[in-house]
């Protein structure tokens, strides 16, 4: 009934399933895409189809058993053919949203561009990502933590949301300024630069979990999350470690041996370039306003010698005062 009301031009692509079903038994679709109104180009339809094989072949075999429930990639033109609720989950901007409480991806073809990270292949591997995770978690996918998800979302899809970079983390790291990991559990802050840096903190740490203890360890953890305590309470079970130990780890090689603070050097080379000559210009201004100094005082040492002496003509030209 809601679904009728939300998407009202609602035309409906299936898409057929992957795997054969045995005979006389029909299978359900792994997924379909639907137009949210007949402004959203067919092509835009194609495309998605075009690009969804090819992504869920990447990313749902680090999710094993997924997807274990059809899910909907819906196309809108614009943000008004959604409805309010869907509304609520998107944040300005954005060019695609994943509601996991009913396997929907929906991408906003107004904010989608043609390069990464917001082009097409990117944004919905970036989704699907959500909907694989939250299908892999079960009933406790609402326990898997906002950070686990944006991190593995950028991770998996090949690149930073809010043209987040690790980069952009070595200030606030250096300042202490970096999110606490519990502040990014549930919902990541509004505040524009806040927000890229959470996105930038979710990927660098959840990248460097991957490489230091492996995609099934992470696996691991969202597997024996509990409702009680989520993926924190698995992780620790996992590994015996608290997840807080990573972080504090991850921390640590951000700063010393991640290589973000010589990039942050080098990036920021010009404006080092530009103080230096300015530095320069004030010492040679410096030397110059000396030098003049020092010029007019002999000067004037020499007209007040001239003058008394008034023997000695002066072989100087009248000169207009001015
Ligand atoms: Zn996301």
């Not at 991850?250 to 050097?265: I, K, N, P, V």
Request: aromatic content about 8%; charged content about 25%.
């Amino acid at each position: 009934m809601l679904a009728a009301a939300v998407f009202p031009c609602l035309l409906a692509t299936l898409h057929g399933p992957r795997a054969q079903a045995p005979a006389g038994q029909t299978r359900e679709p792994e997924y379909r895409v639907l137009l949210a109104s007949e402004r959203v180009p067919p092509a835009s339809r194609d495309a998605v189809l075009r690009l969804l094989p090819p992504a869920l072949e990447r990313i749902a075999p680090q999710f094993p058993g997924t997807p274990n429930a059809p899910f909907t990639v819906i196309l809108h033109v614009d943000e008004s053919s959604l409805d309010s609720e869907s509304g609520r989950s998107l944040h300005r901007g954005t060019p695609g949203f994943a509601r996991l409480d009913r396997d929907e991806i929906h991408l906003l073809l107004d904010k989608i561009r043609p390069q990464p990270p917001d082009d097409l292949a990117t944004v919905l591997a970036h989704e699907l990502t959500h909907v694989l995770l939250d299908q892999f978690a079960g009933p406790h996918g609402e326990r898997v933590p906002r950070w686990l998800h944006e991190g593995l979302a950028q991770s998996l899809s090949g690149d930073l949301y809010l043209q987040a970079r690790e980069v952009d983390l070595v200030v606030p790291a250096k300042f202490d300024r970096l999110h606490r990991l519990a502040d990014l559990t549930n919902a990541f802050p509004d505040d524009e630069y806040e927000r890229r840096l959470a996105y930038a903190q979710s990927f660098s740490f959840v990248e460097w979990l991957v490489r230091a203890r492996g995609m099934a360890v992470i696996r691991e953890g969202v597997r024996l999350a509990t409702h009680k305590d989520g993926f924190v309470g698995g992780y620790a079970r996992t590994t015996n470690e608290p997840i807080l130990v990573e972080y504090d780890r991850w921390q640590t090689w951000l700063r010393e041996e991640s290589g973000a603070s010589w990039r942050f050097m080098l990036e920021n080379s010009f404006s080092y370039v530009m103080i230096g000559a300015i530095v320069l210009a004030a010492f040679a201004g410096a030397r110059a306003w000396r030098r003049d100094a020092r010029a007019r005082a002999k000067l004037e040492r020499e007209a007040a010698a001239d003058a008394e002496d008034p023997t000695q003509p002066s072989d100087e030209p009248d000169e207009d005062p001015r």
